[in-house]
């Protein structure tokens, strides 16, 4: 390169130099750019939500006398009304979270609430109240009626019920608390939110100062669903709460103490089946036809019409033979005889209960019973009028010295509103009827009462009610299926597939003595079941087959080794004269 030509490359370089100054600065205004972005995305991805929840809805409320519902620290669905100073539940509420027992009348429009000695009567619209004959009155609406909805006041259920509560405002709201015992608690460590759901980004729902204390319904990992003092419900991070630490909370109340009537030792029931005035005559040679009876229910009253009246078979001269052999007498009340009276309408309005109620008790006065055996059965659309009714006719019956028993079907889906676990409360003893496992109506022919009928009725029962209240029933006769076979159904009548039966049926029922006679004249061997409990003869007459499942002393030991392994109250029989004398040797080896 010449001399002359270096200043000319030294002068291209330093252009260069000058053009790449430009590129530098729109590379770190990007980057800064980026930077930006990132630490904008950065900031809100990580930083809280200031959004704040709509209380209203939160708490889901509506009008404005509408109060929210914190129930042990739960947020629930239902809310009450806040109405001249007063907090008022829906009677549904009230039933389901805190206190059965109050019954409402939807067709008298009365408010009813037992306890172990009085029964309460509150009239719609009313300060005053009726507490067994008292007179007494509160400073506010007891019970307020808007359109189909029943409201009652919070302060007057707590009177009866172990619970407490405490009302609020922004948003209204009653936070109760109902169980008592062990709780968890933690101090707030620094001034926090609580939120809709755990997360910086869920709406807040209330601000918590440092100090305070939540109690901690559901410890998750890293956020927590708490509830604060003043019924705040939702989550704050784990972080600004302290060490979880358990409480015991607790009120002072007296809570109500049921009595029983119970008999020393066994009871061994015989039902006595009177339909005549006839009948009751014969009292001595029934009672002497058994061993070990130490309590005759004769199935003296039913329901006789819709207001409450009953029809009596009753007789004193009865009852005065009985307590000269030692023997009680409950007499049983039921509603089946008369088909024009409508046991749902009774119940169901309170002027007729209560006047069925003292007719009941004027009768057992008068005749000097010991005891009421009641069998309402087939009962529909009664809801928890059965119940109450059982609750009103038990405070009658203590105070006046009477044993109340409760005739039951054994458990079902469908037999659930006979609430046996309430009636072992009011009632003395409730029977299990452990029969009729088929009847006329059944789908198929089959057992009376199978040993596994028997031992599931029984361990259902006891799931409700104590063993010492629990009374097993028993059948002393069987029934005798008569089946015919289907046209084209040949003559395999165990043929039945995919609920097909190849024969139509009937069936009779007979006593212990007669079934032996019957199936003895037909040659019939009878067969053990041990499936069943007892034996299964069958045999053929007239081109048509006979089935009978046995009942029998060996059927009948059977059924009284569950009432033994389970240490019920005893046994009672369904019913007398069907047996025959040698079952009453089986019975008083595990009824004595």
């Known amino acids: 390169m010449s001399e002359t030509d270096r200043p000319r490359a030294r002068r291209r370089k330093k252009r260069s130099r000058v053009n790449m100054t430009p590129v530098f600065v729109s590379i770190v205004f990007i980057v800064i750019v980026l930077f930006a972005v990132i630490l904008s995305i950065f900031i809100k991805k990580y930083s809280p939500s200031k959004e704040r929840v709509n209380l209203q809805e939160y708490y889901h409320l509506q009008a404005e006398d509408d109060m929210a519902l914190i129930l042990d620290q739960q947020l629930i669905e239902d809310t009450a009304k806040y109405w001249d100073g007063q907090v008022y539940l829906k009677y549904e509420t009230v039933q389901m979270y805190l206190n059965q027992r109050f019954y409402w009348d939807f067709n008298e429009n009365i408010l ?59 948003p209204n709201r009653a936070v109760i608390t109902a169980a008592w015992g062990e709780i968890s608690k933690a101090a707030v460590k620094k001034d926090t939110q609580i939120r809709v759901r755990g997360g910086i980004k869920s709406p807040v729902v209330s601000d918590v100062k440092k100090g305070s204390s939540v109690i901690v319904i559901e410890n998750g990992d890293k956020w927590s669903r708490v509830c604060t003092e003043n019924g705040m419900v939702g989550y704050v991070s784990n972080r600004r709460i302290g060490e979880i630490k358990q409480e015991i909370i607790s009120r002072e109340f007296e809570e109500p103490q049921f009595t029983h009537m119970l008999k020393d030792g066994p009871v061994s029931l015989g039902w006595h089946q009177v339909t005549s005035q006839e009948a009751n005559q014969r009292i001595a040679n029934v009672l002497q036809s058994t061993k070990g009876v130490n309590v005759i229910s004769p199935t003296w009253f039913y329901l006789n019409d819709n207001e409450g009246n009953i029809y009596s078979l009753a007789s004193r001269e009865y009852v005065e033979y009985c307590h000269k052999q030692n023997v009680e007498v409950w007499g049983l009340v039921s509603n089946l005889e008369n088909p024009d009276a409508d046991a749902t309408y009774v119940l169901t309005h309170t002027s007729t209960r209560d006047y069925l109620t003292n007719q009941i008790i004027s009768a057992a006065i008068e005749y000097n019973l010991d005891g009421i055996n009641l069998d309402f059965e087939a009962l529909r659309d009664v809801g928890d009028a059965y119940i109450q009714f059982i609750r009103e006719l038990s405070i009658k019956c203590e105070n006046n010295d009477l044993v109340l028993s409760i005739d039951n079907y054994v458990p079902s889906s469908y037999t659930a509103f006979y609430n046996r676990s309430e009636q072992a409360v009011f009632a003395d003893y409730v029977i299990i009827m452990a029969y009729d496992e088929h009847y006329s109506g059944s789908e198929d022919i089959g057992s009376v009462s199978s040993i596994g009928f028997v031992e599931k009725g029984v361990t259902d029962t006891l799931q409700e009610v104590p063993a010492e209240q629990t009374i097993l029933g028993i059948p002393f006769y069987s029934r005798v299926w008569e089946l015919t076979p289907k046209e084209g159904a040949g003559e395999d009548v165990e043929s039945a597939s995919e609920g097909y039966l190849p024969y139509t049926f009937t069936c009779t029922e007979e006593g212990m003595q007669t079934i032996e006679d019957r199936y003895t004249a037909n040659g019939a061997q009878p067969v053990w079941s041990e499936e069943d409990g007892q034996y299964v003869a069958e045999y053929k007459a007239e081109e048509k087959t006979y089935k009978i499942w046995i009942e029998n002393e060996v059927s009948l030991e059977e059924k009284l080794k569950v009432m033994k392994e389970h240490g019920l109250a005893g046994a009672a029989y369904w019913k007398l004269g069907l047996e025959r004398p040698s079952a009453w040797d089986s019975i008083i080896k595990y009824v004595n």
């Open 112 to 170: 009813r609430y037992t306890t172990d000695s009085d029964v309460i009567s509150v009239n719609a619209g009313e300060n005053s109240y009726m507490e067994g004959k008292k007179n007494n009155t509160e400073a506010y609406t007891i019970v307020r009626v808007d359109g189909e909805a029943v409201y009652l006041a919070l302060e007057f259920v707590q009177k009866y019920t172990n619970m407490d509560f405490v009302q609020y405002a922004e």
